[in-house]
């Protein structure tokens, strides 16, 4: 995976492309307001390209700058699960600092999207001299693994409407600053369906359900309405 670096747009011209970096401390970027310099490269993906694939070798994490992108698994017998979907501020590939040699999932950007890399070794060096982001990287993970629990529970114990509700939410970044209007990047049908495990058809009947008491604006574009809520606190 130490291709994935450079401006690369699409996976054709990738390799055409990978000498064409260049490396600047994160402090200059958004991404990283108030950290110390970490050494990274910006690459830029168009919308459907496969940034990493599942048994990939493992060898950089990567922070999400701009876009979004489908984290997926598949099983031996063929069938994909989506696992999750991330967006500006969130980290992936992070596994490599376990010592995991390769990818456990397959990330595909769903829309034109930004992130910056950074290699294993650079992010050891970052992890151990530079506190602030230390500190960041951290609280995102602990962050992400109480989610991961969440994410358990409400498989194993709540109904398809309230994992949709939740799910709808979640992506909408509800209750962080930052987010007014609660406006949904673009998802199909499927992939909804795939990340709370039921079917399309299920999906749908619920989408227009929710519509139809205002609890979304549904017009190709996804608005969460604040009272959607009610149905992930109704029991």
């Not at 701009?66 to 598949?74: K, L, N």
């Amino acid at each position: 995976m130490d291709d994935y670096i450079g401006n690369a747009t699409d996976e054709k011209n990738f390799h055409m492309t990978a000498m064409e970096h260049h490396e600047t401390p994160i402090s200059r970027s958004k991404a990283f307001p108030g950290a110390a310099i970490v050494k990274r490269t910006l690459v830029e993906y168009k919308k459907g390209t496969r940034i990493f694939s599942q048994g990939d070798a493992s060898t950089h994490v990567l922070y999400i700058q701009q876009g979004s992108i489908r984290m997926s698994v598949v099983s031996r017998s063929g069938k994909e699960a989506v696992i999750g979907l991330l967006g500006p501020g969130d980290f992936l590939g992070e596994n490599c600092m376990s010592g995991l040699p390769f990818r456990m999932s397959t990330a595909t950007a769903i829309m034109g999207t930004k992130v910056l890399v950074i290699e294993k070794r650079e992010m050891i060096r970052a992890l151990r001299a530079e506190h602030a982001f230390s500190d960041r990287f951290i609280s995102y993970m602990l962050s992400r693994n109480m989610r991961v629990e969440e994410d358990l529970i409400d498989q194993l114990f709540n109904s398809t409407e309230k994992r949709l509700a939740r799910t709808l939410l979640l992506l909408a970044s509800y209750g962080k600053p930052g987010q007014p209007h609660k406006m949904l990047p673009k998802i199909s049908q499927e992939t909804l369906a795939e990340m709370i495990g039921t079917t399309r058809s299920r999906v749908n009947v619920f989408m227009n359900k929710f519509r139809k008491l205002g609890f979304i604006d549904y017009k190709g574009t996804i608005r969460i309405n604040h009272s959607l809520l009610n149905i992930v606190l109704h029991d």
